[in-house]
C-alpha cells in the first residue's frame, strides 16, 4: 500500500508539473502572439430563431501556435485575465471585429451587429471607454451595431459597473450579460442594470428537451422579455432545441445548428445557406 501511495504520489506530482510548464509556457508565448500573428477571429452566427437569418455574428478568438498547435481559449483566456495580457488582447480583438463587420458590409452583406466578449479586468480597466470610443472613431463603426457580451461577474462590483453600463449607453453601445443563470445575478441587480440582452446559457439548453428542465428555461425568457431585453440562446445544436426555444417565445439563437464559429471569409456563405 505504501509503495503504491508512493507511485500515485510520483504521478501526481509529474502531471501537475507538466501543468505548470504548459501554464508558463502559454503565459510567455502570449505576451508575442499578438505580433507574431498567431491570433486569429472566428465568427458564428446569431440568428433569427423564426427565420434562421443570421442578424449578428460573434467574434471567438482563435490561438494557432506553430508547435503547440490550436488552444483553446477557454485554455488562454483565464491565464490572460489572471496576467494583464487579456488588456491588449481585448483591445486587438475589438479593433479587429469592428473593422471585419465593416468589411462585410463594404462587401454587400447587409448591416449585422458584431458581438465581442469583454473579460471582467477589461471591463473595469480605467481606459475602457475611452478604447471603446477611440475604435469607433478611427473605424467609423455604428456604435449601435456594436454588443460587447460581460459576464455575471460584474455584479461583484454593481455599482462601478452599472456606471460603465451607462456610460456605453450614452456612446450608443449594445451590452449583454453572456452565460446568463450560471453566475453571480439576483433578480433585483439584473433589473437595474442598463443592459439590451441576455445570452441564456448552454447549459440550460442542453438538456432543454428534458420537461422537468423546461420551466427554468422558460421562466428566463419571460424574465428577459418583462424587462424588455433581448434573449438569445446559445448552444444549439438540435432542431428539437430550437424548436422548444420558438415555442417559448424566445427570437434569438446561436449554436452549431446553425453554424460553428467560422473564419472571416465564410461569414457571407452563412447569409445564403439558411435553415428554417
Ligand atoms: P462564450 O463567450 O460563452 O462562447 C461560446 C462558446 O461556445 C464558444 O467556445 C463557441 O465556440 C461554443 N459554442 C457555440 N455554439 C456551440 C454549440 O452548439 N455546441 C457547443 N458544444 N459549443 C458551442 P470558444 O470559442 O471555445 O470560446 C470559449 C470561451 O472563451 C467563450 O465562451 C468566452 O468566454 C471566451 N472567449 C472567446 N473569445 C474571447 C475573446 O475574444 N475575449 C474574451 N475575453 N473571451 C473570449
Ligand atoms: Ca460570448
Ligand atoms: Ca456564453
Ligand atoms: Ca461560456
Not at 446568463?180 to 432543454?208: E, M, Q, R, W
Request: with cysteine.
Amino acid at each position: 500500500a505504501k509503495g503504491n501511495g508512493r507511485n500515485s504520489y510520483c504521478f501526481f506530482h509529474s502531471d501537475l508539473n507538466d501543468a505548470l510548464t504548459r501554464k508558463v509556457k502559454i503565459e510567455n508565448e502570449l505576451r508575442r502572439a499578438i505580433e507574431r500573428n498567431q491570433l486569429v477571429l472566428y465568427y458564428q452566427p446569431i440568428v433569427d430563431l423564426k427565420t434562421g437569418q443570421p442578424t449578428g455574428v460573434e467574434a471567438l478568438v482563435r490561438w494557432f501556435h506553430p508547435e503547440m498547435g490550436s488552444i483553446s481559449p477557454a485554455e488562454f483566456i483565464p491565464i490572460a485575465e489572471e496576467t494583464g495580457q487579456i488588456i491588449p488582447i481585448g483591445d486587438w480583438v475589438l479593433e479587429t471585429a469592428c473593422k471585419q463587420n465593416l468589411a462585410w458590409q463594404k462587401e454587400g452583406l447587409p448591416p449585422v451587429t458584431i458581438s465581442v466578449n469583454v473579460s471582467v479586468r477589461q471591463f473595469q480597466h480605467t481606459d475602457f471607454i475611452a478604447k471603446v470610443k477611440n475604435v469607433l472613431e478611427t473605424t467609423g463603426h455604428k456604435p449601435a451595431l456594436l454588443e460587447l457580451e460581460i459576464t455575471e461577474s460584474i455584479m461583484q462590483n454593481v455599482n462601478e459597473s452599472i456606471n460603465i453600463l451607462k456610460q456605453l449607453k450614452d456612446i450608443g453601445v449594445k451590452t449583454a450579460i453572456d452565460d446568463f443563470g450560471t453566475g453571480y445575478s439576483s433578480l433585483h441587480i439584473l433589473k437595474k442594470l442598463p443592459i439590451d440582452t441576455i445570452k441564456v446559457d448552454k447549459l440550460f439548453i442542453d438538456d432543454i428537451t428534458d420537461e422537468a428542465n423546461q420551466p427554468i428555461v422558460k421562466t428566463i425568457i419571460d424574465i428577459g422579455a418583462n424587462l424588455n431585453l433581448r434573449v438569445i440562446a446559445e448552444g444549439i445544436e438540435t432542431i428539437e432545441q430550437a424548436n422548444i426555444l420558438t415555442q417559448y417565445q424566445c427570437h434569438f439563437g446561436q449554436g452549431y445548428l446553425y453554424s460553428k464559429p467560422v473564419p472571416a471569409e465564410m461569414v457571407p456563405g452563412t447569409f445564403r445557406g439558411q435553415i428554417k
